[in-house]
C-alpha cells in the first residue's frame, strides 16, 4: 500500500503562522484533487473542539484544518492535546480522552518518549494509509535546544518519518532573516537536512526590498526562499495557547470557516512557488 506523501511546516517561534499555511495547504491541495489530512502531534492550546464521530477533544486548529482538507474533525489529526492549567502543569489529552495531570518535568523525561510518540506515529500512520498528502504542523521552535530530545513535535518526528520541512518566519515581528539564519544554526546536521526552504509571512510593502537579505539568507543556509506572503485580513478562531482570547468555545459557527478558508488559501497560493513545492518538496509528479 502506497502511504501519503509529507510535508511539514515549522516556523522559527510560536506565532510565525504554522497553523494559518497548514490550514492554506490543506485547502489548496485539495482543490488541486489530492485527500489530503492536517497533522499535529502534540498541541498546547486551550481552544478545544469536541469531534462528532469519538466524542474526543482536539485542538480548534486541527478541526478547522480538517474542514480546509474538506474531512470531519479526527482524534488522529491532534493524538497528544496538553490543556495548560499554570504553574507548568497541563492536562494530558490522548486520542481526545482525558489521560492525566502532568508537571512539564515528568511529561519530558518520562512520558512523551516512552509513551507518546508511539502514540503519535501510529496515529500518523494511519492517516497515511487513507490519503495521498498528510500536512504536519510543528510547534514553537525545531531550535529549543534545551528540549531538543524530547521535542516530538518538530525534528524528532521530521526524521523518524523523513518528512520533508518548510520553516516559516514572521516578518512583522522583526528579525525574521536573523532567527532563519539562527534556527538553521541550531540545528543538528540530519535535520537541517529536511529543511527544504522557508516561507517568510506577514509581509506588509514592496516584496523587492527583501530581495538583497532574500539573496544573503539563500547563500548563508542554502536553502531556497519560496515565498514571501502577505500580512492577510480573514477570520478565524485563534489558537495558539500564549493567545489571551483563547477560550474553549467554538466562537464561531463551523459553517462559517469555510469563505474564510478559501480566501486564506486563494492569498497563500498566489504569494508561494506551490509548483516547486509540490514537485521538489513533497515529491509530487
Not at 500518523?124 to 504536519?136: A, F, P, Q, T
Amino acid at each position: 500500500m502506497t502511504k501519503a506523501k509529507l510535508l511539514m511546516i515549522q516556523g522559527t517561534s510560536s506565532g510565525a503562522g504554522k497553523s494559518t499555511l497548514v490550514t492554506a495547504f490543506c485547502r489548496i491541495f485539495n482543490d488541486k484533487g489530492y485527500q489530503v489530512v492536517p497533522f499535529k502531534a502534540q498541541n498546547m492550546s486551550s481552544n478545544i473542539y469536541i469531534t462528532n464521530k469519538t466524542v474526543g477533544m482536539i485542538s480548534l486548529a486541527q478541526a478547522i484544518q480538517a474542514i480546509a482538507s474538506r474531512k470531519n474533525p479526527d482524534t488522529r489529526m491532534n493524538p497528544i492535546l496538553l490543556k495548560p492549567l499554570g504553574d507548568y502543569r497541563s492536562r494530558v489529552i490522548l486520542g481526545g480522552k482525558y489521560y492525566s495531570e502532568m508537571h512539564a518535568k515528568e511529561y519530558y523525561e518520562r512520558f512523551i518518549l516512552q509513551k507518546g510518540l508511539s502514540l503519535i506515529l501510529n496515529a500518523l500512520d494511519s492517516l497515511r494509509k487513507e490519503n495521498d498528502i498528510v500536512v504536519i504542523e510543528g510547534a514553537g521552535s525545531p531550535a529549543e535546544i534545551n528540549i531538543s530530545k524530547y521535542d516530538a513535535a518538530n525534528m524528532l518526528l521530521a526524521e523518524k518519518v523523513c518528512a520533508p520541512v518548510i520553516i516559516c518566519s514572521d516578518i512583522e515581528r522583526g528579525g525574521c532573516f536573523a532567527s532563519i539564519v539562527g534556527t538553521m544554526k541550531l540545528l543538528k546536521p540530519i535535520h537541517s537536512h529536511l529543511v527544504k526552504g522557508f516561507l517568510i509571512n506577514k509581509f506588509r510593502g514592496d516584496i523587492s526590498l527583501l530581495d538583497p537579505a532574500i539573496k544573503s539568507v539563500q547563500k548563508i543556509t542554502r536553502k531556497q526562499v519560496l515565498g514571501v506572503i502577505p500580512k492577510l485580513d480573514f477570520h478565524l478562531p485563534e489558537e495558539d495557547s500564549l493567545d489571551s482570547r483563547s477560550t474553549n468555545k467554538q466562537e464561531q459557527p463551523r459553517e462559517s470557516w469555510d469563505g474564510h478558508i478559501n480566501l486564506l488559501a486563494k492569498a497563500v497560493n498566489k504569494s508561494i512557488n506551490i509548483q516547486r513545492i509540490m514537485t521538489k518538496v513533497i515529491g509530487l509528479m
